[in-house]
């Protein structure tokens, strides 16, 4: 060490040598560096963290050589101009003895003279390569974890319909010719193949979402097309729709197909939430604030409404209070309307029930 504290200012020598001699009993992986960057001292826990018998391979020798090669995040410089403004804390890789990296938080800090003056840096290493491993492998299971539930509901949802197609198909074989329920039977598989047809551009809609094409459509025609395509759970569970459109209905600047989309999901989310010979009420009415205006869609259910810690999140992605569902409906909802420049709200009236309102603009009269 003496050989080493020749590089130390005479006049600092002494302090320098105190410093170390404590910091050889702390727990940690210490670093010590001179005012030139050179190493002048290093813990027994680095050295074995790093794979080194003894300081003696490294004492002397730029700090540079205790990093791999892109371990260090930005230029020395930088780092060395932080720690002499008050210190500096980071990631980085450390270079084992046989060259391979281990990650490491390190912070560095000053060490001062009794007089003040700078005579050295500390730097503190501490080892996250288990961190790291941990943080990974939650990650790993997380990503499981989300594709198990994909693969789950698309099975149950898929499964679900493949089974009402195969029954109409079983029928109409068994028949032995044609009957008068022909045609209820294929009515019955052509919903079905919509509804598997749905559901995959719902999930599909969440992985690469298309971008809407834009036309004047009438909102109303829009609205129809969407409960043309619900028709199937509608009549599955005797549900009663009511409309309530206005005596001259918009012609808005839209996506058709993508509306449609999301006026589906709203109704299909509401259908699976109420009990047989439930009731939907879908109301268009405009709204108009200052300097603009609005067309509202509002689509109403008489069901049991949603418990007040789930409202906030129900447009979130993957949450659902079903396992067997996926939890994108209502995503993909507030997600079409965002990109018409509206948005997706939803509220349980003190009568009960739930209103989900589609808010769309009419930029004819907004400015």
Not at 129 to 144: G, H, K, N, T, Y
Not at 202 to 208: I, T, Y
Not at 249 to 275: G, K
């Amino acid at each position: 060490m003496e050989r080493i504290l020749q590089s130390v200012p005479p006049a600092h020598q002494a302090e320098v040598r105190n410093l170390i001699r404590m910091l050889e009993y702390v727990p940690a992986g210490i670093v010590v560096c001179g005012m030139e960057a050179q190493i002048l001292f290093l813990s027994p826990r680095i050295l074995d963290a790093l794979g080194y018998e003894g300081p003696d391979e490294l004492l002397g020798r730029p700090i540079e050589a205790l990093f791999a090669e892109t371990g260090i995040p930005g230029d020395m410089k930088a780092i060395r101009e932080a720690t002499f403004a008050g210190g500096w804390a980071g990631e980085m890789l450390c270079a084992r003895r046989e060259g391979s990296p281990i990650p490491v938080h390190l912070e560095t800090s000053l060490a001062r003279a009794l007089s003040g003056e700078p005579i050295g840096v500390v730097a503190v290493a501490r080892d996250i390569s288990d961190e790291q491993a941990f943080q990974e492998r939650m990650l790993q299971e997380a990503r499981f974890g989300t594709l198990g539930l994909i693969a789950h509901n698309v099975a149950h949802e898929v499964r679900n319909h493949l089974s009402a197609i195969k029954m109409s198909l079983y029928m109409l074989q068994d028949d032995g010719g044609e009957t008068r329920d022909d045609d209820v039977h294929f009515a019955i598989a052509r919903e079905e193949m919509q509804g598997i047809e749905l559901y995959l551009e719902s999930l599909e809609g969440n992985v690469d979402p298309p971008r809407p094409s834009f036309g004047p459509v009438p909102l109303v025609e829009a609205i129809e097309a969407g409960l043309e395509d619900a028709r199937p759970v509608l009549i599955q569970k005797s549900i009663s729709l009511l409309r309530q459109y206005p005596p001259a209905p918009p012609i808005l600047h839209l996506d058709r197909n993508q509306i449609a989309r999301a006026v589906t999901q709203v109704i299909q989310n509401a259908s699976e939430a109420l009990e047989m010979g439930g009731e939907i009420h879908i109301v268009v009415k405009p709204q108009s604030e200052p300097g603009a205006r609005w067309w509202l869609i509002e689509i109403r259910d008489n069901g049991k409404g949603v418990s007040p810690e789930n409202r906030a999140r129900v447009f979130d992605p993957f949450f659902t209070t079903s396992r067997h569902q996926l939890g994108l409906g209502l995503s993909n909802v507030d997600r079409i309307l965002k990109a018409h420049g509206g948005t997706a709200t939803l509220a349980c009236p003190s009568a009960g029930g739930v209103v989900v309102s589609l808010k769309l603009p009419d930029p004819e009269r907004t400015g």
